[in-house]
């Protein structure tokens, strides 16, 4: 079942041409479009379903610098710092709330894993600390559990997914952008080796310069011309409960479940670093590269195979660009939710909270998460395709980073000093021999 999404209108003819064409209208596209309609660049956004109808929409809603990899905490601040004046900016709610995220735990060795990475954020200047037993007791009131510690950040906070997208997207409308929903691209034009053009299924965009911020979808749009992008996806399963009490006003991740207090008076809840992993042939052909992660990560991992992998076999890896193509043949990703993890995680939650044991379950989703070897997204222009630019394989972390990347999406698009330094999110690592391995969950 796909979560609600606020509507976005979509412009209702192509434009001839562009300076900027972005693949994919996720919170990162969207964020992309913003900031270069910002700076008076024209911007045109296509997506194959609905603006933020994917993984935009169906994640917790956590904006966290907490527990990041070390190479992503210069980002992810420059997008706290962004997250908590936009809704001011851009004149709409997109849900965020600077409400702090709360880890708790009764595992030694994940409070010894927050010290150290506690001490090697300092240098950051990050407002995130370690709490004692009674401290992590004080701040989880109505809790049951015993913890013997927790990390707490007070600076981080929270967003609503279902909004958020949306409202950056018609922001960046209001500035020039113009959106085409129910339009996939479906693939790029070159001259000499360079980007000319965006075809789509309503005609081609001429432009020099096309970013692809496709989630899910982005390996096989590279493929299509050549880029090796070793990305996979796994599924992530959510759900929302009824309006209930508040016991919490913010984001907690506990050993069994995850929560983060919603607007509408409810709670997104999740079973914490769960998800499930569908075999493909893909999984096969970067088997190599993931490995790394997989042993790091394997006990957190359902594997699953089935008619995925035979759907993924049949799937083209090269199309006409006249003739329809897979995107059009999928407009959204709507992946069945792992209902026994779900009723696991919702009842865990009663159980730590006693309180709200009548809670009920009001909505269930699933979505599916692009990842990286090292769980760093790209961010980068690809050398051997002037002109072709990737914001995608974040790994979980897209929500919270959106804002920020798709700054320095649109820095290095326009050819501007970046926010941030963005050599940790270049493509070249992908395919240089660089080690790519987690430094922390995927």
Known sequence: MSPPVDPVQSDPNLP???????????IIGAATAYYLAKRGMSVAVVEKGRIAGEQSSRNWGWCRQQDRDQAEIPLIMESLRIWSNLNAEIGADTGFRR???LYVTEDPQELAKWERWTENARKHQLHSHLLSAAEAQAMTLGCDTKWIGGLHTPSDGRGEPSMAGPAIATAARKLGATIHQNCAARGLETEGGSVSGVVTEHGTIRTRRALCAGGA???????RHGVDLPQLTVRASVLRTEAAPEVFDSALGTPDFGLRR???GGFTVGYRNQVSFHITPDALRYLRRFWPAFKYESRHIKLEFGSDFWKALMTPRNWPLDKPSPFEAVRILDPEPDRKLLDRALGNFKTGYPSLKDVKMAEAWAGM?????DALPVISPVEAIPGFFLATGFSGHGFGIGPGAGRLA???????TPIVDPKPFRYSRMIDGSKLEPESRL
């Open 16 to 26: 001839k041409s562009a300076d900027v064409v972005i693949i994919g209208g996720g």
């Open 99 to 101: 409400t702090g995220v």
């Open 217 to 223: 979808w982005s390996s096989m749009f590279c493929r």
């Open 262 to 264: 919603r607007l509408d």
């Open 369 to 373: 998460i692009d990842i990286t070897p």
């Open 410 to 416: 649109a820095d290095l698009l326009a050819g501007e």
